[in-house]
Structure formats: structure tokens, C-alpha cells
């Protein structure tokens, strides 16, 4: 499974492109599947299901970040 530092790291830019490419594709339900956990999350994600474009633009920050961490460890 993940045994080292460098595999922990591809997984995890991995999962971070995808929750941004279905927070880009679905904003409202991919905040709703994050509808869980304490109270003032479950108040963030509700805010983000009610506005799409905004939950887009994380979703679109996640994925050039990770794609740029992803690129980072490569030359590193």
C-alpha cells in the first residue's frame, strides 16, 4: 500500500485532482458528499452547495495546486 513518503504523496495530489475535477464538473454535489463532521463544516459545505461558481473556483485552485505539488516532487 502507501510504504513511503513519495507514494503518500502521488495518492494524496491524486485525490486532490479528483475531488477539484468533480467540485469543477458537480460543485453542489460534491459539497453535499462532504456533508459530515462537526457542525461548523457541515455550515461551510452547506454554504458551498448554495454557491456553485464559488465552490468551482476551489475546485479549480485544487487542482493547479496539486498538479503543481505534483510537479514539484517530480523534479525534487
Known amino acids: 500500500m502507501i510504504t513511503n513518503p513519495t507514494r503518500a504523496k502521488h495518492f494524496a495530489a491524486m485525490l486532490l485532482i479528483g475531488d477539484g ?6 460543485p453542489v454535489a460534491c459539497a453535499n458528499a462532504w ?5 461548523p463544516w457541515r455550515d461551510l459545505m452547506h454554504c458551498l ?3 456553485p461558481n464559488l465552490t468551482r473556483a476551489i475546485g479549480a485552485a485544487e487542482v493547479i495546486g496539486a498538479i503543481y505539488w505534483a510537479l514539484k516532487e517530480e523534479t525534487d
Not at 35 to 39: E, L, R, S, T
Request: hydrophobic share 45%; charged share 35%.
Open 35 to 39: 456533508d459530515k463532521g462537526p457542525k
Open 49 to 51: 452547495a448554495k454557491h
Open 21 to 26: 475535477v468533480m467540485a469543477l464538473v458537480r
